[in-house]
């Protein structure tokens, strides 16, 4: 009787394990709103990013706001590799990030110690 139970843990624990691996992982995104030609689109920024990825429409001028709710240093900055921009979030409740919607493509973004991560996707 005992070694079926130290055999069913033992499954239950190999396959969470592999579920955490290999699964899919759902990831909260979100489309920008577009009103008078113009698209925004908030990020929370507390203990992550929420949402992990903002989708934009390709044409419209973009804004994106990180709205900061963290104490931490480390999603202290936003970095956007791609675009030169490492902005300092404490200092202002909201700090917005003008985008490049000209085309289409993906802009990846990361707390200042390249811990957590988040994207902009552009189509
Ligand atoms: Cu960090």
């Given at each position: 009787m005992a070694q079926i139970i130290v055999l069913i843990v033992a499954v239950a624990l190999i396959t969470g394990i592999v579920w955490w691996f290999f699964g899919k992982h759902e990831q909260s995104s979100e489309q920008a709103a577009v009103a008078n030609d113009q698209q925004t689109a908030t990020v929370v920024v507390q203990g992550g990013y929420s949402p992990e990825e903002v989708v934009l429409k390709k044409g419209i001028p973009a804004t994106v706001n990180f709205n900061m709710k963290d104490s931490t240093a480390c999603l202290s900055h936003v970095v956007f590799d791609k675009l030169g921009v490492n902005k300092d979030l404490t200092k202002q409740?909201?700090?917005?990030?003008?985008?490049?919607?000209?085309?289409?493509?993906?802009?990846?973004?990361?707390?200042?110690?390249?811990?957590?991560?988040?994207?902009?996707v552009v189509k």
């Open positions: 409740p909201v700090t917005s990030i003008k985008i490049p919607t000209d085309k289409a493509g993906e802009y990846n973004f990361a707390c200042g110690m390249d811990m957590f991560h988040g994207k902009v």
